[in-house]
């Protein structure tokens, strides 16, 4: 019975069946021709004794099936070598797809975090990959062995008879191998994603590991990692390596016993010189399917567990669901309601009965302590997470009512880390607009005061800002994210912390360049510094998931309450 992993990875390859058809085709004819030498070489001898006139003809009958042996081989593996890349290609592609799909929840609680992801991508689809190329041997080896068989019988039936009585006992050993190649090799996956996700980590975090001189700690981390896996791989190549002297002693025994039992029966004149050579060569030829498919079945093992790691991950469920009769962004929609929402966050519940309705071109401000919720509230409304219970409704529909695509069109998120791609800055602000329109992109970075920097850049409107941006300055990275909202041009607007993390010249531009975009935008702005909101129409000081006051700046300030002690904090 055939895996479930594995009916997975070969109905990936079914998606190829031309490439398939090929490689059937081109080894068939190869195990075919491969069988037929032994039965050739004792046509030759006989011809040699008997006819020598035919010996001519016969040789050039030995390089044309040499020549397609040599063809058909180059086929085969070149074709199922082409169709492996291409089903680890589309693994991939699907695994990337996937992950962008995760909910923020899964991929903040992932253990192993972006670096553990990236290994399942490369080094799992790796080993699909280097298990998938065995696929050919899998198919031809079994047919090369069959077609030996034939001449084998043919040759002497009664001592091929006598040699398969040793077969049984080969299967056993292969299996028993195989049982703990499957074990070691799952921990040696798991020890490789570790070890991607420190190495990962250290070049993240190097400015925080140079600063607080960790460089040592971190080396040790990823040299103990490192031995963990070189203890998991000598396991398995232990494993592995211990089947070829065993299957080599066992063939050398054999090669013995058939000389002998041949030269009794030369000796009896019941068999020729030339039945012995052919038969040898049929049996030493025996050995290359057999090898091939041990190393193919031992390498399998492998395969399943990284294809299973990999299945799984493309089963996961913590991705945001879409219901089939999701329609458009409700048009005229006057009010985004939260009703009787909860939501919970590693078994701690964030939101608790969350209530609240906020009107059409309203700015709204949530502030409060670490915790308290304020990003959650703004992330349940793009749906990165979906609430345990409750709804939240635009324009008295359910967001989940809406397509993603619809509904994300119409928020535009600035946070405090703006995230900018490894691009221009044109394409940064274009984001999702496949179509140029530099107008457009100089009229958005006017308007969030990030042209004059950027024109006095020595490409401007084409300098590659690097890694996540990282070639800007913070105020700058801001002021292109800003850009790309006011070119996105969403109704509603989420500022996360947009301007925490600025020095106070950066943030008088930023903020500038904020008011502007918030204008007759329906607004959300999670606030760490309490002075970037005194203008909002509504600000709601949350405590552990509930909000404990509400309020415009001036009425919290002459409640005396969590706020004023907040905000007073602030401007000591």
Known sequence: MIPKELKLVIKELFTFKPYLIVVAIA?????????????????????????????PHLMWVGISIALGMAVCRYFHILTMNIASEKVSQSLRQKLQAKFMKLNLKFHNNYAAGSGGLISRSMNDIRIVHDGLRLFADLFTAPLFFLFLLYRLFGLDAQMTIYI??????????????????????????????????????????????????????????????????????????????SMGPITEFIATILILAVIYYFSLKIAAQTSTASALIAFITALLQLNEPIKKFQEAYVRIQETRVAAKRVFDMLEEKSDIEELETASGFPENWQTIEYKNVNFSYANENLIKDFNLTIQRGQAVAFVGESGSGKSTLANLLGRFYDPQSGSIEIG??????????????????????????????ENNILADREVPDMPAVEKSAKASHAHDFIMRLPLQYQTQTGERGNLLSGGEKQRVGIARAF??????LILDEATSALDSISEEQVQRGLETLMKGRTTFVIAHRLSTIQNADLILVLNKGKIVERGTHAELLNKKGEYSRLFEMQMK
């Open 487 to 492: 070119l996105k041009d969403a109704p509603i």
């Open 27 to 55: 080894g068939i004819i190869s195990a075919y021709l491969k069988g037929y030498i032994s039965y050739f070489i004792k046509e030759l001898l006989d011809a040699a004794a008997k006819q020598p006139e035919q010996l």
């Open 164 to 241: 398969f009585i040793a077969a049984p006992v080969l299967a056993l050993f292969i299996s028993s191998v195989s049982k703990g190649i499957r074990k070691y090799s799952l921990s040696g996956i798991e020890q490789v994603e570790k070890m991607t996700s420190t190495l990962k980590e250290s070049l993240d975090g190097v400015r925080t590991i140079q600063a607080f001189n960790l460089e040592k700690r971190m080396e040790n981390r990823f040299k103990n990692q490192g031995h963990e896996f070189i203890y998991m791989r000598r396991k398995i190549h232990s494993l592995i390596e």
């Open 396 to 425: 008295r529909k359910n967001i989940k009512d809406i397509k993603l695509s619809e509904l994300r069109k119409n928020i535009a998120l600035v946070s405090q880390d703006v995230f900018l791609f490894s691009d221009t800055i």
